[in-house]
């Protein structure tokens, strides 16, 4: 819903949004989900710390996989 509703133009937000989604989706064990999320995150929004923080967490998880 929230995704539908950010704007297209407003890219940092749509990213901050994909990030969040993200974090949900490693809480859950999705990793794949996560990086999916993490990546269409990074493509709007290259510089992000949050998601480079979080997709480090992801590669993390998938090493101990």
């Keep these: ?13 749509r990213a901050w ?3 969040q989604i993200a974090s949900l989706h490693l809480s859950s064990g999705n990793l ?3 990086e999916d999320r ?3 995150a990074l493509k709007l929004f ?8 979080l997709q480090e967490k992801v590669r993390v998880a998938e090493a101990r996989r």
């Design 32 to 34: 794949k989900q996560a």
């Design 38 to 40: 993490l990546t269409q």
């Design 1 to 13: 819903e929230a995704n539908r509703r950010t704007s297209a133009n407003d890219t940092d937000e």
């Design 17 to 19: 949004l994909l990030t």
């Design 46 to 53: 290259p510089g992000s710390q949050l998601a480079l923080a």
